[in-house]
């Protein structure tokens, strides 16, 4: 292991698994330093100390609803987007019993795992072929129990981006004719560096985010909850954001996260990404019997999938780790199970499609000269492989 | 590492007189195991794999083991003793150690029924 240390130092790494996490923004970093150093003090506490941190809190709070056009009172940090998925979920349904949820087959672990252990009754909708959910099979599912509806806005395995606003609106119909009202919650976690979050135009009850994913710190989420609806906590403490979310402020995160928000606008380089992924797509596919995963079109800017015959994609992610550069079989978790990706399973792909997949997913840095280094050396990963595989 | 990255036992062997296949479609490897057994001699011995990078570097280390040995001393070769030679196996990654110690074997059974 020490020889592939000395290596990487005199080499450059290319990172391609900005899916899974960012690096922290430079910018972001130095707004947050300052909040370990100096302004250290507890935002509940009524001394100076406290009144500084106090106010970067509500500076932060206020720079995101800016972002999603929103109250800053229906901005809730939390410890991660996991954890805003679940205090969503979890807080719906604590508070409606017996009731009934909608998600879909390639929803994020945080959304899946919190509903099948609810204790509520849940219908997963299907996907086509490319991750789309059907609308007219989400209409058809909704019951008078049903309370609560999570579609995520855009898949981080495949990159498809689900139509949240054609949503929103079957659900504003189907509210008028139900007792029980529906609220509607997506996971905007991959979404939120590339697409319009806005929620007027959005009309969902909650939107999840994090941190980490747009370039900002580790182990700050935030919730977006419309105000008239009220949810039961699932942690209970010192009372913080309204009772929702116990537990003390982390002001350097919480400022981070807003720093992160900020930028997005600026930096987020939709256009080139896009350019880039096409660019990355097509030079891919011409290596025999390689498919792509998911969508041409409506796609996130930064997202390819690959599946190519003969392979395994955890050996190619070996191979390429060699090569300095780094990426992740369908999802960042799978190394962790022997289990095929349940996102690449629903649409479509057998067990051994399903493990030979890998994510590309590009930053803010990534060059096409980057990305060439990559092209060049997965078509020698998927030739030396195949020559082990004799298929 | 060195055993995914060069792996020096790869490919089908043309005059072999045992094959074996097994996988675990669970995990998505798949793995063929080609024997020449001479005078109850492993001679030679390859094998083709589908998989992660512990199932390719254990079929290579199994290939390592094997031959030249007497049938009797590979049959004894367990899958902890594929593990102990390649250093470490993530404890997940076991099975794989496992499935390239019945890819052999099922390989030499296949080259006595065949006798």
Do not use: W
């Amino acid at each position: 292991m020490k020889i592939t240390n000395k290596k990487m130092k005199n080499k450059k790494r290319i990172y391609l698994d900005n899916a899974s996490t960012t690096k922290t923004d430079k910018s972001v970093l130095r707004e947050m330093i300052p909040y370990f150093e100096k302004k250290y003090g507890n935002p509940s506490s009524i001394h100076s100390f406290g009144q500084e941190a106090r106010i970067a809190i509500d500076d932060s709070r206020e720079k995101i609803a800016n972002f999603l056009n929103c109250n800053p009172e229906e901005v809730v940090f939390t410890g991660s987007a996991t954890e805003a998925n679940n205090i969503f979920i979890q807080g719906i349904l604590d508070l409606h019993k017996n009731s009934h949820v909608i998600t879909s087959a390639i929803e994020h672990d945080s959304v899946l795992e919190t509903v099948k252990n609810s204790g509520a009754d849940y219908t997963v909708l299907s996907v086509d072929k490319d991750g789309f959910i059907d609308p007219e099979e989400l209409k058809r599912e909704v019951k008078e129990e049903t309370v609560l509806i999570s579609i995520m806005y855009a898949n981080n395995e495949i990159g498809t981006i689900e139509p949240i606003e054609k949503i929103s609106k079957i659900i504003e119909k189907l509210n008028q004719k139900k007792e029980r009202r529906i609220y509607f919650h997506t996971d905007a976690v991959q979404a939120a560096g590339y697409l319009d979050c806005n929620i007027k135009k959005l009309k969902v009850d909650g939107l999840t985010m994090s941190g980490h994913k747009i370039y900002g710190p580790k182990g700050i989420g935030v919730l977006y909850k419309k105000n008239d609806i009220k949810i039961n906590p699932i942690i209970f403490g010192g009372g913080q954001e309204n009772g929702i979310r116990s537990g003390t402020y982390n002001t350097p995160s919480i400022v981070g996260m807003a720093k992160a928000v900020d930028l997005i606008k600026e930096k987020r380089k939709k256009k080139e990404t896009e350019d880039l992924r096409d660019y990355l797509i097509k030079e891919v596919l011409k290596i025999e019997d390689s498919f792509l995963n998911g969508p041409e079109k409506e796609r996130l800017p930064n997202n390819a999938n690959f599946s190519f015959r003969g392979v395994e994609g955890e050996s190619i992610v070996m191979f390429l780790d060699q090569r300095n550069i780094s990426l992740s079989t369908g999802s960042a978790c799978s190394s962790r199970t022997l289990e095929p990706s349940h996102v690449l399973r629903a649409i479509g792909l057998d067990n051994l499609q399903a493990h030979s997949s890998v994510r590309v997913s590009l930053g803010r840095d990534t060059t096409k000269k980057d990305l060439d280094y990559f092209i060049q050396n997965i078509k020698e990963a998927v030739k030396k492989l195949r020559k082990i595989s004799g298929r | 590492m060195d055993h995914f990255s060069n792996p020096k036992n790869m490919g089908e062997l043309r005059d072999a007189n045992g094959i074996g296949e097994v996988g675990n479609p669970r995990c998505g490897d798949l793995m063929t195991v080609y024997v020449k057994i001479k005078e109850g001699v492993v001679e030679d011995i390859s094998f083709k794999t589908l998989g992660c990078v512990a199932a390719i570097a254990t079929s290579d280390m199994i290939c390592e083991m094997a031959r030249g040995k007497k049938i009797e001393d590979t049959l004894n070769i367990t899958f902890q003793d594929l593990v102990d030679e390649l250093g470490s196996l993530p404890s997940i990654k076991v099975h794989c150690a496992d499935l390239a110690q019945k890819g052999l074997k099922k390989a030499i059974d296949d080259y006595q029924k065949e006798k």
